[in-house]
């Protein structure tokens, strides 16, 4: 300490110990930024892809990875969400619940160039992070990679409907809501064990042979297996866009009309409101069963799609939709009813008579403007 | 050249003989495909079509064959010719055969527009005309840049402006890419970008061949005049032509061309850059004998990679990965089997 700056020792000697004091605290808060689960590290939970995390005992904010893994959280604890991968849109804001509305954007941790969001993810905060849909090398080494770089425990959740309950009970014991995740879960469960015990009576030539349209001109398909088209074969339908072979890719593919009139299908199901409405004029697809027999569905997309987009637990309310439009004898659903106690239970949202009619309007092929 | 001479008797053979081919082709392309028609069903359905009397047991077959297999054969045809004499003209235009019909940015361009209507969500014919316009602009705004650039070679300053503007839209086609919804319009700009006729119908050829037509007018009339702009402009206004005014006309023709076809098809890369080479080992660089031949080789090519491009598999194949499979290992050829001037 420099006495000649007219200091006395005591009061030099009080300053310094305060500074150090604060330098100690400034540490220890470093500290505990670092290493969240550093004194409560008091779980390890394995994940879907068998990697085992350690978490902290009371998780407040979760980080969600994509869409898919953002609705999860978002049933069962939407107050831990930190943001949305995409900010919620105008239409789509009455159909969520009122404090999640206005969450921040947070973009997609999952592909490439995660570093640019790796940032943002970091001013949230979070807890944990949770990743929702396909497990495989590519995500579990993205995963291992973040969780080293920030520190933030990182959990990947199979997302195929069959681990839906799984999941569901997994991340509600995580988040510290195990009663509502075994409720959402035993619902799935019952829709899922119905479903079964329907189909297991419908021998398979006698199930509807169904196209997914997507794109513009409704000439993208998802082939037989791919996530994106899952809920076909789980509702009970045949998917006609099969290849037939077990070991070629399974995604988004393009098709031309031909193949279309080849295949013939007797249902088409299709969330995009362009191709909806002009596929009812169009002489290239008025031959085809499904549009001579008025069977196009247009799935509605609010706050998520109900068929696929993403592929996660907005599906089942679109999963209960399409069984009762495949199997109307032996899956009845009363879409109103059903329709507001899905998104009360799961959307944490009570819709009036107007915004309900929206959506009831829609499946009957009349989207909002 | 008199119309006597043995060159000439061996072009007419040449042009014959591809005529022939590319008809084999077309009959076979509407032959082929997942739903069956025989040959005796296509005399069948166009008997019926010339005599007014459809019989309904045939109604389907006539649906897939005038409505779906017929335009996209024609879109092919017209796809590959516009591409191949585009690129015909660009490389006697730049004195350079590495140049592609996309050189000034027209498929950037176009790639921007079209992007940007999926991106918006806006039905079919407005993504067409997006892209139309946009290849358009682009080529417009880079030769009026480029035009206010004096003191350099003019060509030169063209073709690095269309590369500056071509990165330009390649970067704000990413942008668009990072902010497009992952589970709709992903896919869908992608397919795009890969080129592709699975969705081309009558109405697409019928709009598109006109424009194709007319950009083809000014390269007929003045095919000599693209040999002359290929020795330089310093040679060329020695004998007696504006280059300036020249080039401009034909890299408007050019990209008109180009343009119509990527609004309807995508971008299909490799055709504009191959085929004029590989018409040029058979009649050699002089662009009379180059036009007809490279059309002719581009119809004939597309036709038979849209028909792998559709048989291959159960599903389409992208145009844009065959015709580069296709291409990369003729150009490597060519390459190597020596440069034979333009």
Known sequence: ?369 | MDPGSPAELSLQRTLVLLVMLVSLLAIAAALIGPYSISPTQLIQAFAQRLTGRIDPALAATDTVLFSVRLPRVAAALLAGAALAAAGAVYQGLFRNPLVSPDMLGVSSGAGLGAVLGIFLSLPVPAIQGLSFVGGLATVAIVYLLASAVRGHEPTLVLVLTGIVLGALAGACLSLLKILADPYDQLPAITFWLLGSLASVRAADVLATAPLVLVALVPLVLLRWRVNLMSLGDEEAAALGVDPRRLRLLFIAAATLMTASIVAIAGVIGWVGLVIPHIARLLVGPNFNRLLPTAMLIGAGFMLAVDTLARTLAETETPLGVLTACLGAPVFVWLLASGRRGW
């Open chain 1, 1 to 369: 300490m420099d006495q000649g700056r007219g200091c006395n020792r005591h009061a030099c000697h009080r300053r310094g110990a305060a500074a150090r004091h604060r330098r100690l605290r400034c540490w220890l808060l470093a500290l505990c930024c670092w290493l969240p689960f550093g004194a409560e590290a008091a779980r390890l939970i394995e994940d879907s892809a068998g990697r085992k995390v350690a978490i902290p005992e009371r998780i407040e904010r979760v980080y969600a990875a994509g869409p898919p893994a953002s609705i999860l959280v978002y049933v069962l604890a939407p107050d831990k969400l930190t943001g949305w991968p995409r900010a919620p849109r105008k239409d789509e804001r009455p159909y969520l619940a009122p404090a999640t509305r206005d969450l921040p954007e947070t973009g997609r941790l999952t592909g490439r160039g995660n570093t640019t969001n790796l940032e943002v993810m970091l001013r949230t905060r979070p807890d944990l992070i949770i990743d929702f849909g396909a497990v495989n090398a590519t995500y579990v080494s993205l995963a291992d990679q973040v969780q080293a770089q920030t520190g933030i425990p990182y959990l990947l959740i199979d997302g195929r409907f069959e681990q839906t309950p799984a999941a569901l009970r997994l991340v509600g014991d995580i988040l510290g809501v195990g009663d509502r995740g075994e409720a959402r879960a035993s619902e799935v469960e019952a829709l899922l064990t119905t479903l079964d015990d329907v189909l297991a009576t419908i021998p398979e030539r006698e199930r509807p042979r169904v196209y997914m349209a997507r794109g513009p001109n409704g000439l993208e398909t998802g082939l037989k297996g791919s996530i994106n088209t899952e809920i076909i074969e789980r509702a009970g339908g045949r998917n006609v866009a099969d290849p037939g072979d077990a070991s070629l890719r399974r995604g988004i593919v393009q098709v031309s009309v031909e193949q279309v009139i080849v295949a013939n299908p007797d249902t088409i199901i299709t969330w995009d409101p362009n191709f909806y409405r002009g596929v009812w004029r169009d002489p290239l697809w008025a031959g085809i069963e499904a549009v001579q027999r008025q069977r196009v569905f247009l799935s509605p997309l609010v706050p998520f799609g109900w068929i696929d987009r993403p592929p996660s637990l907005n599906r089942i309310i679109g999963l209960k939709w399409l069984a009762s439009l495949f199997y109307p004898d032996q899956m009845p659903m009363d879409l109103r009813a059903e329709t507001r106690a899905f998104y009360r239970r799961f959307y944490h949202v009570d819709l009036d008579d107007n915004t309900l009619e929206q959506l009831l309007q829609w499946t009957q092929g009349h989207p909002p403007n």
